[in-house]
T-cell receptor, first 114, second 110 residues
Framework: DQQVKQNSPSLSVQEGRISILNCDYT??????FLWYKKYPAEGPTFLIS?????DKNEDGRFTVFLNKSAKHLSLHIVPSQPGDSAVYFC?????????????FGQGTILTVHP | EAGVTQSPTHLIKTRGQQATLRCSPI?????VYWYQQALGLGLQFLLW???????NRGNFPPRFSGRQFPNYSSELNVNALELEDSALYLC?????????FGPGTRLTVT
């Protein structure tokens, strides 16, 4: 049972344009969401997070949107840069007895073309 | 500020052997998490330690175990290694809900 899903395995975008990465979840107990960026053979790098009490959080070129009714979140990168090319994972946390556990999606490979 | 560190970078073991992986959290972080990323799969939660106690465990057999030391560093032990244990093992630490990852240990079981 995959509770966090990233349905697009890959995304290709032109430099300077917007990249939109999507993530859906099924567990209504999730109340904290994170996005990570990962290069091959490296650990994930934390990008941005959002609590379920918000519907938007912004940090520089990165904005995360949360639609709780649709159980959907998205990461917008504007403008996209070639250095953004990596695998992007969304992750969710439920709190309570699952406080320490992040549930990850399968990842989306973003390629930004110069 | 130093990030999460892990050792060794690579580890090659034979089936049936034991592997020990080490992690040092970011200074001031008391929680340490372990994840497994097998080839073609996403990150799977293994273990969470906080203040020296195991707080939560993922869906892995008992031969995956670990501990956290008084200085908050942690060890992951994998006994009776199987070929499918070959994966990137990631450690993360956090002060709260966001988790910061180390570079990982690549375990290869032959």
């Amino acid at each position: 049972d995959q509770q966090v899903k990233q349905n697009s395995p890959s995304l290709s975008v032109q430099e300077g344009r917007i990249s939109i990465l999507n993530c859906d979840y099924t567990n209504s107990m999730f109340d904290y969401f994170l996005w990570y960026k990962k290069y091959p053979a490296e650990g994930p790098t934390f990008l941005i997070s959002i609590s379920s009490i918000k519907d938007k959080n912004e940090d520089g070129r990165f904005t995360v949107f949360l639609n709780k009714s649709a159980k959907h979140l998205s990461l917008h990168i504007v403008p996209s840069q070639p250095g953004d090319s990596a695998v992007y994972f969304c992750a969710a946390n439920a709190g309570g007895t699952s406080y320490g556990k992040l549930t990850f999606g399968q990842g989306t490979i973003l390629t930004v073309h110069p | 500020e130093a990030g999460v560190t892990q050792s060794p970078t690579h580890l090659i073991k034979t089936r049936g052997q034991q592997a020990t992986l080490r992690c040092s959290p970011i200074s001031g972080h008391t929680s340490v998490y372990w994840y497994q990323q097998a080839l073609g799969l996403g990150l799977q939660f293994l273990l969470w330690y906080d203040e020296g106690e195991e707080r939560n465990r993922g869906n892995f057999p008992p031969r995956f175990s670990g501990r956290q030391f008084p200085n908050y560093s942690s060890e992951l032990n994998v006994n009776a290694l199987e070929l499918e244990d070959s994966a990137l093992y990631l450690c993360a630490s956090s002060p709260r809900r966001g988790q910061y990852f180390g570079p990982g240990t690549r375990l290869t079981v032959t």
